[in-house]
């Protein structure tokens, strides 16, 4: 059983940063697919960006595309998520997955999920 704790959410005005980091604990992450994915009220849970389990291999949602860098430390079994320029539609909760293989998008496909952590970004 994997754990997944995210954190680094808060409000933010636009333009500005956040790293959001997201620590497993019960399994290490260094055979996992990691991925980040986002709602808003209302709207359906959506990818953010993947990683795979060596961290050369990456995939970003076209929204944050150039802003959003995707990394991860395996001795520390950390993944991060450093979010620059951010856009009023960047707020959501912001939720960590792991799955066992390669990098997915859908939500679907990831087994292990965290509780979220919010990002609120003002105008």
């Known amino acids: 059983q994997v754990q997944l704790e995210e954190s680094g959410g808060g409000l933010v005005q636009a333009g500005g940063s ?11 992450l260094s055979n996992y697919a990691m991925g980040w994915f986002r709602q808003a009220p209302g ?6 960006a993947a990683i795979n ?5 990456t995939d970003y949602a076209d929204s944050v595309k150039g802003r959003f860098t995707f990394s991860r430390d395996n001795a520390k ?8 320029n951010l856009k009023s539609e960047d ?5 960590c997955a792991t799955r066992a293989g390669s990098i997915r998008t859908a939500p679907e496909w990831y ?4 509780q979220g952590t919010q990002v609120t970004v003002s105008s």
């Open 111 to 114: 087994n292990y999920w965290g």
């Open 77 to 84: 079994n950390t993944v991060y998520l450093q979010m620059n």
């Open 53 to 57: 389990w060596s961290g050369v291999g």
């Open 18 to 28: 956040l790293t959001l980091s997201c620590a497993a604990s019960g399994r290490t």
């Open 43 to 48: 709207t359906e849970r959506e990818f953010v």
């Open 91 to 95: 707020r959501g909760v912001y939720y």
